[in-house]
């Protein structure tokens, strides 16, 4: 008696082994939408933000601002500054799915 249940245990941690190594990769991962963390690299000012002429948003004090409705692809990124002082940077980027950081000169 003890045989027979012995063997139904192993074959069954068995089969739950043989079939979770095989099903593994069956798995369907979704791309995750791209995050774009825009950042100023040479100024700690406000700055206006506009991918491909579309206005996205203002950063913070410190020039960083994250962007979450940008699509895959390359992209024209412009920042100008809030002042009187005028200043202008951009930045040609390719965007993918996943993180991505967009570091802005101005001048």
Not at 6 to 13: N, P, Q, R, S
Not at 46 to 65: A, N, P, Q, W
Request: hydrophobic share 35%.
């Amino acid at each position: 008696m003890k045989k027979k249940q012995f063997f139904k245990i192993f074959l069954t941690i068995t089969m739950i082994t043989v079939l979770t190594l095989f099903l593994n990769g069956c798995l369907v991962i979704l791309p995750v939408a791209p995050i774009v963390e825009i950042n100023i690299a040479n100024d700690n000012w406000t700055y206006e933000i506009y991918v491909d002429g579309s206005y996205f948003g203002t950063t913070d004090s410190s020039g960083k601002l994250t962007l979450y409705t940008v699509t895959p692809g390359y992209h024209h990124f412009e920042a100008q500054d809030t002042s009187f002082l005028g200043r202008y940077g951009d930045k040609w980027q390719t965007i993918k799915n996943g993180y991505n950081k967009v570091n802005i000169n101005t001048y």
